[in-house]
């Protein structure tokens, strides 16, 4: 099996009396593409906000590489290594897709903090923000703003910007949800290719299930803030335990 | 194979040169076209544009509703009426060297403070905190010469020419114009070349969407930090031109409505756009002249203005001007 990347010990959040994710030890392996899958409430996002630093642990730790990286600020997270993206798609919505994309470069590159350089004139960035657009064939679309695109290629969009920073480990929540049946596979598929050509280890949270057994190595199953399962798709599939919890007794 | 983004071709510098440079002709040569009073008008105007540039880094590309700009305005102008009544001092450029240090300590140490806070309480506190100001130059009249203000001659212009021996508004007119136009000049440069780079870009990031700010990598209080810097220090140079043209700085430039014209101005020009705060300052300046001029009821007349600025303009004279400039050319087109 492959190395863990990152590895959570005892990761937990309350919210009140709700244990939105509860004592969790996690981990993922360099290279693995694992989907994140539970009902409503179970604790997934909750899990992928508290990984990435959108909200703080009550307690536990969050490994990275072998380092706590559980009281780092979002930046020092990103710096690591770890991006992702989001169920509710958050985009620069009044600048255009090229910026939109420019900017995570121009961060990673630690170039934000120039005043009194043009940022149209770092060609380099332009051109690696351009080749991303059109990786996920946004490319025709680099002049709109991020505003004004289809739902479809806002969730895209939002992947391309967090892809951009590089990231060894990249958290998708959702990246295909209030997309029609007939647009999610594509998105899949782009995301897919991107991600697996670059070995990038990524974690993806869904509800679709065709989509969870077509792209994932490995499938965590979530339930009440804790892990109910994890195996392989067909394992998990098979898992009596899963079906009831997650899929209903319809399933069984 | 990569391509060059159309980015790149819009927003060409020696585009904005084909409409900028007509226009800096006609401010060289409407002093010689136009009678005195009617230059110092404009050099009133070109001052609050620094300001306004100032101010719409903060509200325009970041974001940030500042009602407490007249704090840096007055910072510049007082540190000015400081050095020449403690320090004796009559060079120009000493003037605004020292309203830059003036401005940036007074800036860091409140954009501390406020920049941990957006929306409303961002806004109240630089109002709270310009007021503070306000009360110590009304209290401490024995420093700062309390509501009878602070008397500035006529400066020295770069060690060599000097208003001393001419008449003074000729020298306003003539001499200090052109200082004027030089370094308004240089501030527009600047806050345009600011406003371009990757920093910029942070900065409208970080406007419209903080979450996904935070999550490229920007370290959002800082970015916020530095805009509020510089923002106060345009602001602390316009106020530092202003001292002369005047001849006096009193408590009324630090009080809360000096603010509030600030922000008149950006939305008279529209704040969504770079030249909106220069047309907005400079619109401004003439109107409330000859509303002062034509009727005591002036106050009345400008809020009117404002409000039919809001409910008809929202975009500014600017934005409008795009916006008709756009429609004319797709009837054009068909």
Known sequence: MSPNLLETVKLTKYFGDTHAVDKVDFTIGEGEVLALIGSNGAGKTSLVNLISGLIPADSGQILFRGQDVTRQPV?????????????????????????????????????????????????????????????????????????????????????????????????????????????????????????????????????????????????????????????????????????????????? | MTTAPLAFETRSPLRILIW????????????????????ILLAYGLVMAIAVLGFNLLLGYTGLLSFGHSAYFGVGAYAVAFMVKYLHVESMELFVLGAIGASVLVTALFGYVCVRYTKIFF?????????????????????????????VPTPKLLGVVTGESEDKIYFLAHGYYYYVLVIFTLCVALMWLIVHSPFGKALQAIRDNETRARFIGLRIRRYRLVAFLVSGVFTGIA???????????????????????????????????????????VIFNYLKSYAVGFTVYWQAFMGVILVVLVMVLPTGVVGTAKLLGAYARRRFAR
């Open chain 1, 75 to 252: 930046h020092g997270r990103i710096e690591s290594g770890i991006a992702r993206s989001f169920q509710i798609v958050n985009l620069f919505d009044e600048l255009t897709l090229l910026d939109n994309v420019a900017l995570s470069i121009f961060s990673r590159e630690g170039m934000t903090r120039k005043l009194f350089s043009l940022a149209d004139h770092q060609t380099a960035v332009w051109k690696e923000a351009t080749d991303i657009l059109r990786q996920f064939g946004l490319e025709s679309k680099g002049q709109a703003l991020a505003g004004g695109i289809s739902q479809g290629e806002r969730k895209l969009l939002d992947v391309a910007v967090a892809y951009a920073l590089k990231p060894q480990l990249l958290f998708l929540d959702e990246p295909t949800s209030g997309v029609s049946t007939r647009e999610k596979a594509p998105i899949m598929d782009v995301i897919s290719s991107i991600v697996r050509s670059q070995k990038i280890t990524a974690v993806v949270i869904e509800h679709d299930m065709d989509i969870i057994f077509k792209y994932s190595d490995r499938i965590v199953v979530m339930h009440e803030g804790v892990i109910l399962a994890s195996g392989t798709p067909e394992e998990i599939r098979n898992n009596e335990t899963v079906k009831d919890a997650v899929f209903g007794p319809s399933h069984a």
């Open chain 2, 123 to 151: 806004s109240i506190l630089t109002l709270a905190l310009s007021q503070v100001l306000w009360s110590l130059a009304f209290k401490f009249f024995w420093v700062t010469g309390g509501t009878d203000g602070l008397r």
């Open chain 2, 239 to 281: 106020g530092a031109l202003w001292v002369p043209l005047n001849g006096l700085t009193t408590p009324d430039i630090l009080y809360w409505p000096f603010s509030g014209e600030i922000v008149f101005m950006a939305v008279l020009g529209g704040f969504r756009n770079f030249t909106g705060p220069i047309v907005g300052a």
């Open chain 2, 20 to 39: 900028a440079a007509p226009i800096a002709v006609l401010l060289v040569v409407l002093p010689r076209a136009v009678d005195p009073y009617q230059t």
